[in-house]
């Protein structure tokens, strides 16, 4: 589903900034001012380097934005830190964010910025469908906490582990729907070596110094349900997700897929290969 009237441009004015702060508290019901973006940020940021975006309805009501920021590595190239990007909970699902996401790029491009970095929560099956498989970003590394604890209730009291990426403008476009990333994919899904094992319902583990080509790390298929109904089991996977996604990160594996399975039982699961180099 699409929302072919939403119109995307770039933030002017104070109203406009203003209709971002009120994003912000729809989208993530921040209750603590310290976990905004604030308007003076959001200013200087889309006037000197950076951008921020508005996407509005055909009836001219701001239904989402995105927040970029001018940065420098240590070797002295530019990138754009995408710090936000939000849709409102209503307009979620037509396309708003992936346009966002579209119009950032051509942003960047015309200021001369090739790539474009961020982070999303890894344990959103959704967040990493769209990242990983509709835009095509490389997984840098798995931060843990990297924000410290937020007063969003979507969050529920968890670290803010988050997957850091990098969006490569210049690469060749993420695959169609139902393509995979990686030739290397089994047929057989079941015979990808688990890196994560259960010892029953909610009962993660990491399996750890697998040395196959291929290893799958499995998710929950709704982190948010299990968020609501059992916490701790959540804790777990989040703390599971972190030992494992770090390990293989760091000896020289790449996330190259995310898929989800429906047979024999309904699964979410990133796909990390190993690389020769």
């Known amino acids: 589903m699409s929302e072919p009237d939403t119109r995307i441009r770039r933030a002017e004015g104070l109203d406009d900034v203003g209709a971002c702060m009120e994003l912000q508290r729809d989208v993530w019901g921040f209750t603590d001012a310290r976990d905004t973006a604030p308007p003076p940020l959001l ?6 380097g950076g951008s921020v975006l508005l996407a509005e309805s055909a009836d001219g009501g701001a239904i989402g934005f995105s927040y970029a920021l001018l940065c420098r590595d240590a070797d002295g190239t530019l990138f754009w830190w995408s710090h936000m990007t939000a849709v409102r909970p209503d307009h979620q699902g037509r396309n708003v964010g992936f346009r966002l996401k579209l119009a950032q790029r051509t942003a960047a491009l015309e200021a001369g910025i090739d790539r474009i970095r961020w982070t999303f929560d890894p344990l959103r099956a959704l967040n990493a469908h769209f990242n ?22 979507l969050h529920h009291g968890m670290p803010t582990d988050r997957l850091l990426v990098e969006w490569d403008l210049n690469a060749p476009p993420a695959p169609a729907p139902g393509d995979v990333r990686s ?9 990808l070596p688990p890196a994560v094992a259960s010892d029953g319902p909610g009962a993660p583990r990491p399996v750890l110094g697998l040395e196959a080509l291929l290893v799958g790390i499995e998710i929950p298929t709704d982190i948010g ?3 609501r109904n059992d916490p701790e089991s959540a804790r777990r996977w989040q703390r599971t997700l ?3 996604c770090s390990h293989y990160l760091e000896r020289r594996y790449r996330v190259t ?13 990133y796909v990390l290969e190993q690389r020769s180099e």
């Open 242 to 244: 972190a030992t494992t």
């Open 225 to 227: 349900a299990l968020l």
């Open 183 to 191: 030739g290397a994919i089994p047929d057989n899904l079941d015979e």
């Open 257 to 269: 897929d995310f898929l989800r399975v429906e047979r024999p039982r309904p699964r979410t699961l």
């Open 132 to 153: 990983i498989r509709k835009l095509g970003v490389r997984v840098l590394a798995y931060e843990t906490n990297i924000y410290g604890y937020s007063s969003s209730p």
């Open 43 to 48: 200013v200087l940021a889309d006037r000197y």
